[in-house]
């Protein structure tokens, strides 16, 4: 008998096949965890959702054109203000700074010019020469004060101002020292002066002309300021009015309404605005410029004239005060150096004065300008001859022709001096009107830019309302 055998079919153990593995299963009641979206996705979702709507279309047709035409008002509030305070500051700030730092340098040229022509009169010196000298002095000494008020403390224009206020009574003790001393019938008196005219020469002077370069670049970076047209503004408008004018062509062809009151009204506000802006801006950019061309331009000219017939006059007196104590070597030529000066002076006040003439736009303009012309040619000729009385050492006769009471050379400097002053006066109201008319072109600009932008995108919006409405 076998000891073995199969067994029976059913009997055996049952093998299962493989099976894979299965990940771990999360507990029962809890759902797997979602990456965390961003708002701004979101909102791009809404937005892009939105888009395939009708009604969501309009509404952001509608805050589009409500924000251009906002953003066309707020820049345009921005850049006119800006304008506006630079068209100003040039009216009530820097040319008047500028005219007053002229006038420094003039009051002390003039001074000093007041101070050797009553240093040669010596102990005859007249009151007129006298006060003309205080008077001077207290306009330098009350333009500075003015000056450094309405400077920035820590400008280079501070800076000059404050050199000028300490070297101030150092030059009037000088000149106070010499008129003594000249009254006593001592020559130190004459050396005294000399060193008055090098200190007002070599360090007012250069200062105060510093001071009046540095006020007109103030002015010249407000009329940069104020003149170039307002791009981003205009960019804005017109991108706006292109946008009404799209939506209001696809409000049209959707609903065949040629009207659409409220994006009527935008369109008709950001129109007003662009226009207002363009003509306005204009009308002040060629006052301004018109102001610059034929007010400040002619006004720097002028000063500059007067300025080089006030150091002409100084360095004609000092040449008789010095009596040829002061040499300067040209080449191979050795001339008196205040003569010499005196020349140079004379060839300057000659070219200013050539333009001058070219930039006065009418007769009153004009008139003084050709006057003074004539008076620096008589000027010229009773130089020459008293010059020529001094080298044959005829000193009384030639301080005479230079400081006497009839024909001398004073007398065409008052003149020169007299009609540049009217010149400049006249050119001072030329300038005036234009720049004014410049600034009114701009006022109301920016507020009205502002409140004209919020009803047009208010009717904008109120537009978009209209059309959702027939959806609900």
Known sequence: MPTSSAPPPGTGTAVLPAQPAQPPQAPQGRAEPQPRRTAFAEGVDRLRAAATTEPGR????????ALLVVAFGAVTAWQMTERADAADDVLTSSQPLSSDAADIYRSLADANTAASSGFLAGGQETATSRDRYEKNIRTAAEKLVNAAANSDPDSPSATTIAELNRLLPEYKGLVERARTYNRQGFPVGGAYLRYANEKMQQQMLPAAEDLYKKENQRLRADYADATPYPWAAIALGVAALAALAWAQHRNYRRTNRVLNHGLVAATATATVVLLWLVVGHSIARAGLNDSYDHGVRSLNVLHDARLASLKARGNENLTLVARGAETKKVGEETYDAYDYDFRAEMKALAAYLEDAEKLADDTSGERPVTAAVGNMTEWKKRHTAARE??????????????????????????SVDENLRTALAHEETEFKQAADDGRDALTGLSAGAAVLAVLGAAGAVLGMGRRLSEYR
């Open 389 to 414: 009385q001094d080298e044959n050492g005829n000193y009384q006769r030639a301080l005479g022709m230079v400081i006497g009471t009839k024909d001398a050379t004073g007398e065409c400097f008052d």
């Open 58 to 65: 309009l509404r952001i047709i509608g805050a589009v054109l």
